[in-house]
């Protein structure tokens, strides 16, 4: 008898993206948030198929994008059997059903995809708590979206008080819900300070900076632990605390969940007991990926999350990682490719103006040593002040 096989791969969802620029952006700039999105939805799982963009002074209040726009989305999306439409800002409750209603089609938008990944890599109690509380409010405003079934049954009078009510229900569920999750991340928060405490009076350092930057290869490379790490958005999302032990000295070393561009301000709230790392760090690590072409932007979206948290005036040390795959931008293009060496970079703007400042390549193991001689001196230096006493071991 002949064997049947099957199939089991799961199919990629195929994805179209959609952005608006507004005046107080360039078209750069909007193939670079879009460029990130598209990452996102490979994160997720999805493959990215087309990208439509509109200039527009603001984004539509009901459609989000022009009714000419959506048209000529929906006639793509149906000739190419599209399954899901992202859509780079925040849609409101009322523009997501309208769109929806004439694409037919799932849509997200970059607050819910972002979601959609954190829920996939949270590994620990306190981050599937943290990413459930985000969702459910989320959620809330937009529960009427979900009972339009009502909508399409025969005799429409009189059906709306059963909908209304189930609405009702469903809000009283999820308020209770989150009000449960609140009260468990309290309780997950007073375990947390209660094993901060205990870790004794040990110099912490704090690895910070944009998402896929390559801050787990650096937290592999110097506690010597094996940390999750991977080419993707927001691999880590579980903060990780290791004691580090260089020349007799010993800190410790946490690695913390990367920030993004336009990251939903309920996150960072529902996150605040993780990024309670960076507020009680004595030493930020601010991880650079050098190679991105648009490294710049990445730190200025860093630096701005770090001065909301109230951190920006901490001892900080910027590194600038992945040097191996840095390529300078020739100021003409018709001028051969010239490959910086290590001494260039440390003369270069980078190291000027980010003082102090290291270039590295974690996953080549270029300039580690330096790395860890630099972070002995600002642990060695913070821990002096603090215990005078103890100078004579370091």
């Known amino acids: 008898m002949k064997q049947k096989f099957y199939d089991t791969a799961v199919k990629q969802e195929r994805a179209v993206l ?51 726009k959506l048209e000529e989305i929906r006639d793509y999306v149906k000739a190419e059997e599209i399954d899901i439409v992202v859509f780079d800002d925040g849609l409101s409750p009322s523009q997501l059903r309208n769109i929806e209603n004439e694409l037919g089609v799932k849509i997200l938008d970059r607050n819910n995809l972002i979601l959609d990944i954190f829920a996939a890599r949270a590994q620990t109690s306190q981050a599937r708590s943290q990413v459930e509380l985000a969702q459910l409010q989320y959620l809330l405003p937009r529960l009427t979206r979900l009972w339009t079934h009502l909508e399409r049954q025969k005799g429409g009078i009189g059906m709306r008080g059963p909908g209304e009510s189930q609405i009702e229900t469903d809000r009283r569920i999820i308020l209770t819900k989150i009000s ?36 787990s290869t650096i937290m592999n490379m110097i506690s010597k632990s094996e940390v999750f790490a991977e080419n ?146 600002y642990a060695k230096d913070i821990h002096t002040k603090r215990y005078p006493y103890d100078n004579l071991l370091y």
């Open 232 to 377: 993707k958005l927001f691999a880590t999302l579980d903060t990780t605390v290791r004691k580090v032990v260089i020349d007799n000295l010993p800190f410790l070393l946490s690695d913390t969940v990367g920030f993004i561009r336009k990251l939903p301000h309920h996150l960072v709230e529902c996150f605040k007991s993780t990024l309670d790392e960076v507020r009680e760090a004595d030493i930020l690590i601010h991880v650079v990926d050098v190679s991105h072409p648009n490294f710049e932007d990445q730190m200025r979206t860093v630096n701005e999350t770090l001065k909301e948290l109230g951190v920006i005036d901490k001892q900080m040390i910027t590194v600038f990682n992945k040097i191996d795959a840095y390529q300078p931008i020739p100021a003409d293009p018709s001028e051969p490719e010239i490959k910086m060496t290590l001494e260039d970079f440390k003369h270069s703007w980078m190291a000027k103006n980010n003082s102090p400042a290291i270039f590295i390549s974690a996953l080549k193991k270029e300039n580690v040593d330096e790395f860890r001689a630099m972070l002995y001196h």
């Open 18 to 68: 959609v952005g608006v620029i507004t005046p107080s952006e360039t078209a750069e700039m909007a193939q670079e948030y879009l460029a990130e999105l598209e990452f996102l939805v490979m994160t997720a799982g999805g493959v990215t198929v087309k990208t439509f963009t509109q200039k527009m002074l603001r984004p539509e209040r009901s459609t989000f994008v022009g009714t000419g």
């Open 180 to 215: 449960q999750l609140k009260e468990k991340l309290k309780l997950i928060d007073r375990q947390n300070e209660t094993q901060r405490k205990n870790r004794g009076q040990l110099i912490r350092a704090a690895l910070v900076g944009y998402t896929n930057v390559g801050k």
